[in-house]
């Protein structure tokens, strides 16, 4: 077992956090905490992009803000509340999820690499759609 060592404390420059390499692999392994980390930012980025751009298209087409509905970022949605109210434990609308009904209330997201990459397939099928035909998003 050898040891990796990285900057742990930001006020002793010299203080360096071990970690025995099995708990590294452990962590940055499909399912790891790291890779879970990754995939909830990631999850919480995407909507934060989408909350953006929805309400430019809004302005472009020149219709109220928040009109455009789309079900898979409505899902997303609930996923970030999860992580970000609730330290990734889901939160009760996540019973609503039209599209992503892989969680009940009180569930850890944990999106594992083939859940995730679903996200960005279905995402970026809407974005396909809705470039296509905007007013079948209208509501």
């Not at 010299?14 to 962590?27: A, P, W």
């Not at 330290?87 to 995730?116: H, M, S, T, Y």
Request: negative net charge; contains cysteine.
């Amino acid at each position: 077992y050898g040891r990796l060592k990285c900057r742990d404390d930001k006020h002793d420059p010299t203080h360096l956090h071990q970690v025995r390499y099995d708990e590294y692999i452990s962590r940055v392994s499909h399912g790891g905490r790291d890779s879970v980390f990754v995939a909830n930012a990631s999850i919480v980025t995407i909507f934060q992009f989408w909350e953006y751009y929805r309400h430019q298209i809004e302005n472009a087409l020149k219709i109220e803000k928040d009109s455009i509905k789309i079900p898979i970022f409505g899902d997303i949605r609930l996923l970030r509340n999860s992580v970000i109210h609730r330290r990734g434990k889901a939160v009760d609308e996540i019973a609503n999820c039209e599209v992503l009904k892989w969680f009940q209330p009180g569930d850890d997201i944990i999106l594992d690499q083939e859940k995730f990459g679903y996200i960005i397939d279905m995402a970026m099928e809407a974005f396909k759609t809705l470039e296509a035909n905007p007013k079948e998003h209208i509501c």
